[in-house]
């Protein structure tokens, strides 16, 4: 090749390499464009599950807390399994985040054979006080001072194994419990494995402490003015899945 064809030539390489170069920069940042917007649109959908989630359970919270109200407002005397299933079958059907509503009483060593034949009256047969061994195994509670156990539970259907479960028998339920009587205020567990879930996953335990007189405003009153507990389950994998379906809606 001339110097003189070369010099011709020159030009061309040179837009070439140019062009090549403007084509890879250009790449390069419709690339960073790109991942610029994936990692926003990443973000914007994150907020918005977030933000579903809190919606949730901050109704969910809701629904427990007026849950304790129909106890608060009700004489001991008064409370009934019918009547307790009447009232939170709406909240139910709404809130599909809560695994279940239970009501948890106060029952001493004394009160407990009364409180074992009235749930057999009403129809649950075989009930008796339970506790969880250390092999995973739902056996007879032994004696203990106080109880508390689940005494009502909706929905019943799949949940009939947790009637009667004692949360006083194990020591992760039984700090919340102490915590959120003496405090007066909605206490949630760390995530545990729930009693009746054979897939092992994790769920989350939400107690709302019931007293005689919604004056109790010291630990000592409360103690003295305490008689259960309004409780929320919650399965982390339905807040998950709850979550993307509005996600796609």
Not at 62 to 85: E, H, I, Q, W
Not at 235 to 246: E, K
Request: glycine share 6%.
């Amino acid at each position: 090749m001339t110097l003189k064809h070369f010099t011709r030539t020159a030009p061309l390489f040179l837009m070439v390499a140019i062009g090549i170069a403007a084509s890879a920069a250009l790449f390069t940042t419709v690339q960073h464009l790109e991942r610029a917007r994936a990692k926003a649109r990443f973000l914007q959908v994150a907020d918005q599950r977030l933000d579903a989630v809190r919606v949730k359970v901050s109704c969910a919270l809701c629904t427990v807390n007026l849950f304790r109200s129909y106890f608060s407002a009700s004489p001991k005397s008064a409370f009934d399994r019918r009547g307790f299933k009447t009232f939170v079958a709406p909240a139910l059907a709404k809130q599909g985040c809560i695994r279940a509503l239970e009501w948890i009483p106060r029952v001493t060593r004394k009160e407990r054979p009364r409180y074992e034949r009235l749930a057999r009256t009403d129809g649950v047969r075989n009930f008796a006080f339970r506790q969880r061994t250390a092999n995973g195994v739902m056996a007879v509670a032994g004696p203990r001072d106080q109880y508390f156990p689940v005494f009502y539970v909706e929905p019943l259907a799949g949940n009939e194994p947790a009637v009667g479960f004692d949360l006083a028998s194990e020591q992760v339920h039984l700090a919340a419990l102490n915590k959120a009587r003496d405090t007066g205020e909605l206490t949630a567990t760390a995530p545990v494995e729930l009693v009746l879930d054979k897939s092992r996953q994790l769920g989350m335990l939400v107690f709302v402490p019931v007293y005689r007189s919604p004056q109790a405003n010291s630990i000592s009153a409360r103690r003295e003015s305490f008689v259960g507990f309004a409780l929320g389950v919650f399965r982390i994998g339905d807040l998950v899945s709850t979550m993307d379906m509005d996600s796609k809606s």
